[in-house]
């Protein structure tokens, strides 16, 4: 009876630690596409298979419940890896991790090298607003 208490216990608490996690495309085109169904700007993630700093933003800034839930308001999260995967050229990345932000129609908003903590990239997405503001301003 303990062990399945135990068990039971276990099982609730690997639910509820997934509850947020970011809704991920692997596609850059399904993602363009998902982005002007539902009018969200997109979150490509650019990654490397070999990259240290890929991985740690990953298991731990972008596993965040805060930082995912935000995403998940905002965005449409697309993670491409940067040798295989095919991709606009014009968003190359010279090093990775790299978080471009993109408009519904691919239009570059900002991009963002390297890893952050969670507390840094809660300013990393409020820069992405500020230009977003900046630039409908613009348009006015």
């Not at 965005?75 to 095919?86: F, H, K, P």
Request: aromatic content about 12%.
């Amino acid at each position: 009876m303990r062990i399945g208490i135990i068990f039971f216990s276990l099982m609730l608490l690997h639910l509820y630690a997934g509850a947020t996690e970011i809704a991920w495309y692997d596609n850059y085109n399904t993602a363009l596409q998902k982005a002007r169904e539902s009018h969200k700007n997109i979150f490509l993630l650019m990654t490397s298979e070999t990259c240290q700093w890929c991985r740690k933003l990953k298991e731990t800034t972008l596993e965040d419940e805060s930082i995912a839930a935000r995403i998940n308001q905002q965005y449409i999260a697309v993670e491409l890896t940067r040798e295989t995967e095919s991709y606009p050229k014009y968003l190359h990345a010279k090093m990775v991790p790299m978080s471009f932000f993109l408009t519904p129609q691919g239009r570059l908003i900002n991009s963002m090298p390297g890893y952050w903590n969670v507390e840094d990239y809660h300013s990393v997405l409020d820069d992405v607003n500020y230009h977003l503001r900046k630039q409908d301003s613009n348009r006015k």
